[in-house]
């Protein structure tokens, strides 16, 4: 097994909170945006200095120096925003405060910028940026707007509230069980009287569920077993998402997706554990062994899998195992790889003029025998999904039309389903073992049988561009 760390993809900007409270930082230009600049460094509580010509607006609380901007000024400056209508002005700014290691913002010129001024939400204590890494400041706005709508000016208050508790749930709870208990509170009742005004009610409360989360320790963790679906972040279910950024350590399968593992909390650690047919570096009783481990330790584990965990993906032996165990498990279902690849290539697993029956079968066959049971798939109006058939796609093939089922059935194999990178090759049960062949096709890949593949080039809608 091994263990993996996020990574992020075209990240521009490192979102931070800059402390600057008592600092001297430095806005050149006189205008009304150099204004909202001002103040919003004396909202950060900065000592501000403002060098221009003019002033086109009366501004308290800085040091404004009549006069055209100098290197001198940049002297013992932490940070530094540039606005004037002056492009060599701003340019100039930039280049002297890199030199020298200074933060510096030009306003509307990203690529002047060694950092840039998002769209805030300010409930302080809490503070939320939007950026959109200088692309389109008008878009953070509308975000920043629809963000303001659904979060009540309450929450500063529940944060100060909870700080003024930290200290003492430190010393009461150890290190493991600290973050359930506050997402027991910020989830439930007690978070609710706070932003209703009851602040007196909600300190009983918390200081009571305090007492009996010392008293009842739980000796083991919990594990969530969770369905990633087909590939597509969009089509996680919210209990999953919610379950992703409270685990503490998650181990995932090779078919989940990177931008589905992107949405697991960011300081999670992360186990890879995944599979390929002849190829099993983590044994699935070693997996089994490394939940009770992780579970025994206190952690909550989010075992992360491809698709449905019930639906070929072992999570019934997961969960005997921890049951044997005396663990608590919960199990999130999810859009399996069949319906999404299905949906995505525009392949409707059952059809009125086609299909009235689906079955679902593995074609990961063992010791690559034909144990399938050939004579159930070979019905009429009836549609077979295949798992893990790329391997025996010329056996299954070959197999269904010694059966009886005819040459020219239609056939498709959808490849990384759902995502960016999504491939359908349609043929017949003759010749799609040599279109996937020449395709040089690797895993990931479903395989769907029927009348309904005709289907396909009709409602085709996703990623119409490959």
């Known amino acids: 097994m091994k263990k993996g760390y996020h990574s992020e ?33 004396l909202r950060a509580g900065a000592k501000v200095t403002v060098v221009a010509p003019e002033l086109q607006s009366n501004i308290d609380n800085i040091d404004y120096h009549k006069d055209s901007f100098a290197p001198k000024y940049l002297q013992d400056c932490r940070l530094v925003i540039a606005a004037t209508n002056d ?4 340019e100039q700014v930039s280049i002297l405060a890199q030199e020298q290691n200074i933060p510096v913002n030009v306003v509307d ?31 953070a706005r509308l975000l920043r707007a629809r963000l303001e709508t659904m979060i009540p000016g ?17 010393q009461s709870l150890a290190f493991p069980a600290r973050r359930p208990f506050w997402e027991k509170v910020l989830n439930g009742k007690i978070a609710e009287m706070v932003l209703s005004g009851n602040t007196s009610a909600a300190h009983k409360a918390l200081e009571d569920l305090l007492a009996k989360t010392e008293q009842s320790k739980s000796e083991y963790g919990e594990v969530y077993l969770v369905g990633g679906g087909p590939g597509d972040p969009d089509l996680l279910t919210f209990k999953a998402l919610r379950l992703m950024q409270q685990a503490d350590v998650v181990l995932y399968d090779r078919l989940v997706s990177a931008e589905v593992l992107d949405m697991v909390r960011r300081d999670a650690e ?4 995944g599979k390929q047919p002849t190829n099993h570096p983590v044994p699935q009783e070693e997996i089994n062994q490394l939940l009770i481990r992780l579970a025994k330790e206190g952690k909550r584990v989010l075992r992360l899998k491809g698709g449905d965990p019930f639906l070929f993906g072992r999570g ?4 005997e195992t921890l049951m044997e165990e005396g663990i608590s498990f919960q199990v999130v279902p999810a859009v399996t790889a069949a319906i999404g690849s299905s949906a995505y290539a525009g392949i409707p697993l059952t059809h009125r003029d086609y299909a009235q029956s689906c079955i679902f079968v593995t074609g990961h066959l063992k010791d ?17 999904v295949i798992y ?41 049960l003759e010749t799609l073992p040599t279109i996937v062949e020449e395709a040089d096709i690797k895993l990931s890949s479903i395989i769907i049988i029927g009348d309904v593949v005709k289907l396909h080039k009709k409602l085709a809608w996703f990623n119409l561009d490959n």
């Open 154 to 170: 309450a929450y500063g208050t529940l944060a100060s509230f909870v700080e003024s508790f930290r200290d003492k749930v430190k």
């Open 316 to 319: 019934g032996e997961e969960l």
């Open 388 to 428: 893990m058939g790329l391997r025996s796609l010329p056996t299954v093939c070959n197999e269904l039309i010694k059966h009886g089922m005819s040459k020219d059935k239609p056939i498709a194999l959808v490849q990384k389903a759902t995502t960016s990178d999504q491939r359908v090759l349609v043929g017949t």
């Open 9 to 41: 993809i075209n990240m521009n900007f490192l979102p931070i909170f800059f402390n600057i409270r008592d600092q001297k930082t430095l806005v050149v230009g006189g205008g009304s945006t150099a204004a909202r600049k001002v103040a919003l460094l």
């Open 368 to 384: 690559d025998s034909n144990n399938l049971n050939w004579k159930a798939l070979v019905q009429p109006q009836q549609t077979v």
């Open 109 to 139: 010129q990203p690529h002047l910028c060694s950092f840039i001024m998002p769209a805030i939400i300010d409930r302080s204590p809490i503070q939320i940026a939007v950026s959109t890494g200088g692309a389109s400041p008008v878009l």
């Open 270 to 273: 992360l186990i890879y554990v």
């Open 87 to 90: 492009k060599n002005v701003n």
